[in-house]
DNA sequence: TATGAATGAGGTTTCATTCAT
DNA sequence: AATGAATGAAACCTCATTCAT
C-alpha cells in the first residue's frame, strides 16, 4: 500500500508517456494512469503538465551531472577525460531510451516556450565539455586554436544525434560501438 | 491584388509562426493571419495543421537538397567537397533562422508522430555526406578506417546544434566563423 | 452544350444525393458536382440549400398529384379509385426509389424546421385519399362509421411505410405483390 | 445537489431539444443547457452527438418493448392482443409527444446513415405485431390470407402515422379516440 | 449566365485543471 | 493525501454562401 515516492512514480511514467507520444500528444490521464494514480493526484505533485517536463529535466540533468562528475573526479588527462565523458553520456542514454528521447527531443522543442524554465543544467553540461577542452588547450593536449565554447556545442551535437539516432532505431548494440568510434573521431580532432 | 502563390504564402506564415511559438502551441487561425488569408482558405492547400508543417519540411528539404547539388556539381576533391557542404548547410540556415528552427526543433518533435510522413529527404540528406565520406575514403582523401554512416550522423547533429545555437541565440554573426571553425575541426577528424 | 434545364438537372442530381446521404450530411458541392455544374451555379436557381429540398418537394408533389387526378379521372366506383390511388402511388415510388426515400423521410424530417414551407401539398394529398372515402360512404360503398380523415392518415401511413421499407430493403420485385395485398387489407377494412 | 442520474438527465434533455429543433440542427451545448450539465459532461456519458441519439432510441424501444410484453403477457386472445397492443403504443407516445417526434422522424431520417446502429429493437418490435398476426391466422380468428410481415409493416406504418399526426398537431386529445377507431378498422381488415 | 476560389461563422470535441468528498 | 467526476475554454475544421471574373 505505502508508495514510497510518489512523485519519482509519476515522473517515470511521464517519461515513459511522453517518449511514446511526445509531449503535446500527451494525456495528463495517461501519465496518471502509468503511475497508477488518480489525474489529480498529479497536481499534488506538479504545479501543471509542463511542470511535469520541466522536472523530468531537472531531475536528469542533475543525475547525469553528477553522474559525469562522479565519473570524472580522479581523471586528469584531458583526452581521457573526454573519452570517459563521451561514454558515460551513451551509457547514461542506453540506459533508458525513453529517457533520451525525451531529453533530446521533448525539452529540446518545448524549453522555448516555457517562460522561466531554467536552462543552467544544460548550460552547465556544455560548460563541463567546454572546460576539459579548455584543459587539454593549457596542458598542451590539444591544439591551441580550438574554440572550446564552440567545439562542445558541436560535440554535444554529434553526441546528441547519434544518441537520438540510436533511441529511435533500436539499433541498441551498435551504440558502444558508436561511442568508441565517435570518440575517436573527435581526438583527431582536437589533438595537437 | 491577387497574391500569386496563395500556398507559398501559407507555408512561409506558417514557418514564421511555428518558429515563434512551436507547432502546438500555434493556432491554425494564427497561421492564417499571418498569411492574410481567411481561416478556411488553409485547407483548401492543405489537408490539416499536421499537413503544413509535413509540407514545410518537404519543400523546404526538396530546396536544401537541390541547392546542395548545386553547390557540389563540380567539384571532385572530397575535402572541398566537404567544406562547401557545411558552407552551404549554414549559409541556409542563415537565410532564415525562422526555417532553421522549424527544420531542427519542430520537424524532428513531431515526425515521430506523423504516420506517413516520408522522412526520407533526410535520409538523402545524411547520405549525401556519407556519400562524400565513402569517395574521401576511396581516393585516399580520408581515413580508411572511418564509418561514413555514422560520421554522416555525427556530423549532421554538429552543424545542426550550431545552426540550433546560432538561431535561438539570435546573436552571433558568428555563423560563417562557426562554420569555418568547425569545418576544420572535422577535416582533422577525417584527412589521411 | 445547350443544358436546356439546368434546374431540373439540380433537382434530380439533389435527389440522388440527399437519398444516398441524407439531406444533412449532403454537401452542396455533391449535388453540384452531381449535376454537372459549379457550386455557385446553384444559387442562380436556389436560395439556399433548403430551398433545394423544398422544391424537390413541390415538384414531386405536384408531379404525384397530377398523376393521380389523371389516373383517377374517369373512375367512379370507390373501391375502385382506392386500389387505383395505391397502384399509383406505389407505382410512382417504384419509378425513383431515390425520390421515395426522400420524401418519406427527409421532407418529414425536415419540414418542421423550414418556416413558411408549405405544406398543403401533402394536405391535399391526403385530401384526395379522404375525398374518395367519403363519396364511398355517401355512396353507401363503405361503412358510415369510417372517420375518413383519420383513415385516410392510417392508409397513407401504411402505403408510405411500405414504400419506405421497399426502398430501404431493395426488394423491388415485392413491391407490386405489397400493392395488391395492402388494398385489399384495406378494402375489407373499408367495405361496407 | 447531485442530481443522481446524469445520463438519464441527459438523455431526456435531449429528447426536448432533439424534438423541438431537429438532430441536425441542435447544438451539444443547448442539450447540455438543457440537462443542466457543462458541455464536456456530455462526453463523459456519450461517445458523441451521434451516440445521444442512437442510446435515446435503444432506450426508448427497450422501454417500449418491455411495456408491451408486460400488456400483452396474460392475453390469449389474437384480437384482444392487437387491440391491446395498438392501445400501448398510442398510450406509450402520449406520455411523451417529444419522444414520439423523436421515434419517429429524427431516428428514421438518421438511422441509415449510422454505421452499426442495430436496428434489431425496431424489428423486433415490428415482430411482436406479426406474431400476434400469426396466432391469429393459426388459431382461426384471422383470415389464413394474410402476410403478417406485410400486415405489422402496414399496422406499424398507419400507427406510426397517427402519431406523428397528433404529436406535431398538438392539438388532438383524439388520440385516443384515434386509437379506437383504427383499431377497429384494423379488426374488420383482419377478421375471418 | 456561369464559375469556383475564397470566405468566416460557428459547432463538436478534447483535455488540463479543479474541488467536493 | 487521494480521488475522479465535472468543468468549460478554446481550437480545428467544415461547408453554405458570395462575388470578382
Redesign the interface.
Known sequence: MAQPDKRRRILDAAVTVFAQ??F??SKVSQVAREAGVADGTIYLYFKNKEDILIQVFIDSMAAILARQETALANLTDPAEKLRVFIATHFNSVAESRALAEVLT??V???S??MRGTDMKPFGQYLGMIARIIDDGVVSGAFRSN??SR??A??????????SL?WA?ERGSAALSD?CE??TA??M???EA
Open positions: 507520444n511526445g503535446y500528444n527531443v521533448e529540446r522543442q518545448s522555448k516556450f580550438v574554440d564552440l567545439s556545442r558541436a560535440i554535444f551535437g554529434a553526441i546528441d544525434e547519434l539516432a529511435m558508436a568510434r565517435v573521431f573527435f583527431t580532432g582536437l
